[in-house]
T-cell receptor, first 113, second 115 residues
Framework: AQSVAQPEDQVNVAEGNPLTVKCTYS??????LFWYVQYPNRGLQFLLK??????LVKGSYGFEAEFNKSQTSFHLKKPSALVSDSALYFC???????????FGKGTMLLVSP | NAGVTQTPKFQVLKTGQSMTLQCAQD?????MYWYRQDPGMGLRLIYY???????DKGEVPNGYNVSRLNKREFSLRLESAAPSQTSVYFC??????????????FGDGTRLSIL
């Protein structure tokens, strides 16, 4: 079985400040982890994925994610938030023995000017 | 680049009507997926097709059927629509399945209301 949790329904941050969107996971074996972003009335867009051995993964639009095996977390980060980063963010997990992704419930990121 | 194309974008049905949601991808991907998105529930997998000629149930398959028509196309059918099926439906594709650590590419969704 596999599961993923996004503990915050919403994250508020001021433009220019760093942001973190949290994700924890549970899988058997080595995890495959992804972050997606969804803008209003659009489908999900792939941001980044975990690469085995890289604790800090860089992705699109200046986002990065920090993998922590002991805490089973894969938090999304950005050093300086933009208003245009406001969107719904999804974490997803799978592993080598599973053919589908399991998505978290999503976290709404609101960046204020 | 079209990517994943879903039709229609919007639809209103009456309870008991049937409908087929269409999905096509032009990336030569092997795997295709249907999800539904409901407020506060994230994305839930309805059905998927790991390769042409195969389909499998996901987390919430009841009330739906699928057809992998060819490598490009994967349709979702509601035989007798119910208000509980009011949702936004997303189709996605990937080169390989999730077990190969490949990202999925999504269409822009079909917004379906059942009255």
């Amino acid at each position: 079985a596999q599961s993923v949790a996004q503990p915050e329904d919403q994250v508020n941050v001021a433009e220019g400040n760093p942001l973190t969107v949290k994700c924890t996971y549970s899988v058997s074996g080595n995890p495959y982890l992804f972050w997606y972003v969804q803008y209003p009335n659009r489908g999900l867009q792939f941001l980044l994925k975990y690469i085995t051995g890289d604790n800090l993964v860089k992705g699109s639009y200046g986002f990065e994610a920090e993998f922590n095996k002991s805490q089973t977390s894969f938090h999304l980060k950005k050093p300086s938030a933009l208003v245009s980063d406001s969107a719904l963010y999804f974490c997803a997990v799978s592993h080598s023995g599973y053919s589908t992704l399991t998505f978290g419930k999503g976290t709404m990121l609101l960046v204020s000017p | 680049n079209a990517g994943v194309t879903q039709t229609p974008k919007f639809q209103v049905l009456k309870t008991g009507q049937s409908m087929t949601l269409q999905c096509a991808q032009d990336m030569n991907h092997n795997s295709m997926y249907w999800y539904r998105q409901d407020p506060g529930m994230g994305l839930r997998l309805i059905y998927y097709s790991a390769s042409e000629g195969t389909t499998d149930k996901g987390e919430v398959p009841n009330g739906y059927n699928v057809s992998r028509l060819n490598k490009r196309e994967f349709s979702l059918r509601l035989e007798s629509a119910a208000p509980s099926q009011t949702s936004v439906y997303f189709c996605a594709s990937s080169d390989k399945g999730a077990r190969d650590n490949q990202p999925q590419h999504f269409g822009d969704g079909t917004r379906l209301s059942i009255l």
